[in-house]
């Protein structure tokens, strides 16, 4: 009886924090719009109003991310990493996507 409750919590305890950290990322549809709006990152002298209100968002969603992770991304090469699945653009790109309320 004793093994069979710390089994139980332990698998409490790994999918919750699985739940925690999957929530960061992006759903398929977040990541399909990131991708397909990060080219502006690069070609940013070329971009229409509603492409530098996008951007701004993106800038602001790093922030966002900095001020609660500490930690500092590039977007050199953004839409590689984001291909890549580099974990932090990831989040990111999740932060991003709720800003334009893409779900």
Avoid: H
């Avoid at 990060?38 to 922030?63: C, F, G, H, P, W």
């Amino acid at each position: 009886m004793k093994n069979k409750l710390s089994i139980s919590i332990i698998f409490l305890i790994v999918f919750c924090y699985c739940s925690n950290n999957s929530s960061e990322l992006p759903t398929r549809k977040q990541k399909n719009w990131c991708i397909s709006n990060a080219d502006i990152v690069q070609r940013t002298s070329e971009i229409n109003e509603n492409q530098k209100i996008i951007l701004k968002d993106l800038y602001e969603a790093e922030q966002i991310y900095f001020k609660s992770t500490g930690i500092e991304v590039s977007f050199f090469q953004f839409q590689n990493k984001l291909l890549k699945g580099d974990e932090d653009i990831l989040k990111i790109c999740a932060i991003w996507a709720d800003m334009n309320e893409v779900n």
